[in-house]
C-alpha cells in the first residue's frame, strides 16, 4: 500500500497563475482532507470530502476549489494563486469519516511558493 | 469550539533524557486527542490517541501520553530521548462537526531536537 499520495512535490508559481495539486489513497477511506501548513500555526483545513461527491468548506477555504473526482483522489485547485497561498500543502484520508475518534492518515505534502 | 496550545515552539533535549512535550486544549465536548509527529520533509504520522478508557495512553517509539480531565492537558513523555526522535510534534483535538464530520484543531507545533 502507498498510502496517501501527492503530486507535484514542489511547485513555483507567478501570482495570478492556476493549478491543480493532487492527491489520491488507496486504503479505501471514505473521507479525505486538505490542509496547509504555516510555520507556528499547525495545519488548517481548507476543504472536507466525507464520501464521495460531497465536499465541504474548512477554516481557510477561500481562493480554493475542490473535487472529489472519486472515492480515491481528492484534488485541489488554486484559480489566481497569490503569495499568500505559499505554503505547504497536505492531503489526509480517514475511513470513516465524521467520526472524531478516526485517525487521520496524511501525504508527504506538496509545498508551493506563489511569487 | 476546540482549541489546542502547546507550550514552547521548540524543546531541547540531550540524548537519553527525559522528553516532555506540554499539550493543553480547551473543548465543549468530551475531546480525542492525538498527538502526531513530522520528520523533516515528511507528512505526519499518528503517534497515539486518546479516545475513551485509560487515561495514561502508549504509543509507537516508547511515547505516551496521559489525559488529564481536571487540568485539560494532554502532555506527551519518553523516559529517554534518541537523536531519531528529532522532530516537530503536534497535538491535536477531533471535535464532531455538524457539517462536516470530523475537524482536526491543531496546536502550532513544537520542534524537539536532540543534542548528542
Known amino acids: 500500500n502507498a498510502g496517501v499520495t501527492q503530486t507535484p512535490k514542489f511547485q513555483v508559481l507567478k501570482t495570478g497563475q492556476s493549478m491543480t495539486l493532487q492527491c489520491a489513497q488507496d486504503?479505501?477511506?471514505?473521507?479525505m482532507y486538505w490542509y496547509r501548513q504555516d510555520p507556528g500555526m499547525g495545519l488548517r483545513l481548507i476543504y472536507y470530502?466525507?464520501?464521495?461527491?460531497?465536499?465541504d468548506k474548512g477554516e481557510v477555504p477561500n481562493g480554493y476549489n475542490v473535487s472529489r473526482l472519486n472515492k480515491r483522489e481528492f484534488s485541489l485547485r488554486l484559480e489566481s494563486a497569490a503569495p499568500s497561498q505559499t505554503s505547504v500543502y497536505f492531503c489526509?484520508?480517514?475511513?470513516?469519516?465524521?467520526?472524531?475518534?478516526?485517525?487521520?492518515?496524511f501525504g508527504p505534502g506538496t509545498r508551493l511558493t506563489v511569487l | 469550539a476546540q482549541s489546542v496550545t502547546q507550550l514552547g515552539s521548540h524543546v531541547s533535549v540531550s540524548e537519553g533524557a527525559l522528553v516532555l512535550l506540554r499539550c493543553n486544549y480547551s473543548?465543549?465536548?468530551?475531546?480525542?486527542l492525538f498527538w502526531y509527529v513530522q520528520y523533516p520533509n515528511q507528512g505526519l504520522q499518528l503517534l497515539l490517541k486518546?479516545?475513551?478508557?485509560?487515561?495514561l495512553v502508549k504509543g509507537i517509539n516508547g511515547f505516551e501520553a496521559e489525559f488529564k480531565k481536571s487540568e485539560t492537558s494532554f502532555h506527551l513523555t519518553k523516559p529517554s530521548a534518541h537523536m531519531s526522535d528529532a522532530a516537530e510534534y503536534f497535538c491535536?483535538?477531533?471535535?464532531?462537526?455538524?457539517?462536516?464530520?470530523?475537524?482536526?484543531?491543531f496546536g502550532p507545533g513544537t520542534r524537539l531536537s536532540v543534542l548528542p
Open positions: 486518546y479516545t475513551t478508557g485509560a487515561t
Open positions: 473543548s465543549s465536548v468530551p475531546p480525542y
Open positions: 486504503m479505501n477511506h471514505n473521507s
Open positions: 470530502s466525507a464520501s464521495e461527491g460531497t465536499t
Open positions: 491535536a483535538v477531533s471535535a464532531h462537526r455538524d457539517n462536516y464530520g470530523q475537524n482536526f484543531v
Open positions: 489526509a484520508s480517514s475511513e470513516r469519516g465524521g467520526v472524531s475518534t478516526d485517525t487521520q492518515y
